[in-house]
């Protein structure tokens, strides 16, 4: 007679037990379907809106000469050159009109990490006059990043070049940029000493 | 009716960033020109709708226990796919917005309306909520973008008003002070609108009321004529 109520609770509990384990697999289930049909749809978007290589240099083109477009064709950089004591040439192209476009990485940035920008150098009658048009490309490992706006690279534009390699001003960085940057802004330092550095020393200009 | 409802709670009653306070990190960060706030709220309306429609159409199928996570899936599927259409379509854009493109998966706006309103209403109506809170934010955040960008920069979408500039309205707490103006400037109006239509709505009845006092009075006095 007293084992019955147990068996009364035992039954309640296998049916919540089962009530639970069909919630918990429908749960599991519909995640599982969601994911799978939404991932299937960002990998056919992903293939419909491919970005390649050609097209992002033709949009920086663009970007650095206001929507105009320009021939360009790619430089064969050596791989003795790639790198530097600054950071690495990803890229170089010479640009119909003369002047350079560089896709360099800047080395040392906030946690090691590095940042990398795409450089448009001026050329008048062969040499060097500096640099025009500066925009980030991507970072690694920088957590204050968007706090650089174009007021920090046009520091990198305004400067004569005649000076030597560019250095980082941490009371510039706090006036201009936010203070806790100065790692930062030693990785775009760097990629611009990069370029300066491969303009001077491969390009010989 | 409802639409006419749906409309005034998006644009004003329950504005998302003058009135909920929601999405305030954008809000703060990308409206130091007019035209990034445009194109942040487009990317959030966008988002919205997309959401909001999806949430409703699946509002019976997911299960009370796990909708928080699947509707995180969901709003990251479609900032994924806004993401990809910018970097494609709007570089410069894309670039601009940097960080806080991503970022608006965690946007309190959509899952809040992905929560409160397109999980308990049919798609049609969760897709206009979507639209005009979407329309809601995009103003909200343009409107500030304006002030900022003339008042910071002097310029007006992009063309130069003048040279005079406070570079203060540029910076982070400019964006606060600008921010706090709109509140309390919208709260008075909103205030102020409300006290109205309240006074109307007291009135109203009394004036009835009145009407048929003096009614019954005529009709007496006609009577004992």
Redesign the interface.
Known sequence: MSKEPNQVVFNDETQEVRGNRR?AI??VV??VL??VI??G??AI??DA?F?SDEERIA?TIK?FYDNEEKSYRKVNVLKQNRENIFGSIDNVYLIEDGNYLLKTTGYHGYKDGTVTLWLLAEFKNDSFNGFIKI??ESYVGQTL??NFNDSFYQMYIDRDITQGYFSVDTDDINRIVVSGTTKTSVAINNAVNSAYYFINTVLEV | MKVKEIALDGLIRQNPTFKLVLGTCPTLALTTVAINGIGMGLAVTFVLICSNVLVSLLRNAIPDKVRIPAFVLIIASFVTVVSMLLEKFMPDLFQTMGVYLPLIVVNCIILARAESFASHNKAGYAALDGLFMGFGFTLALTLMGVVREILGKGAFFGLTLWNFKIEFFSSAPGAFLTYALFIALFSAVYSSIERRNKHKRTLKPLADESLSQDATIKEVAKEAR
């Open positions: 919630t429908k749960s519909v995640l969601i994911a939404l991932g749809l960002l978007l992903n809106l970005i949009n970007t925009r980030m990043m968007s």
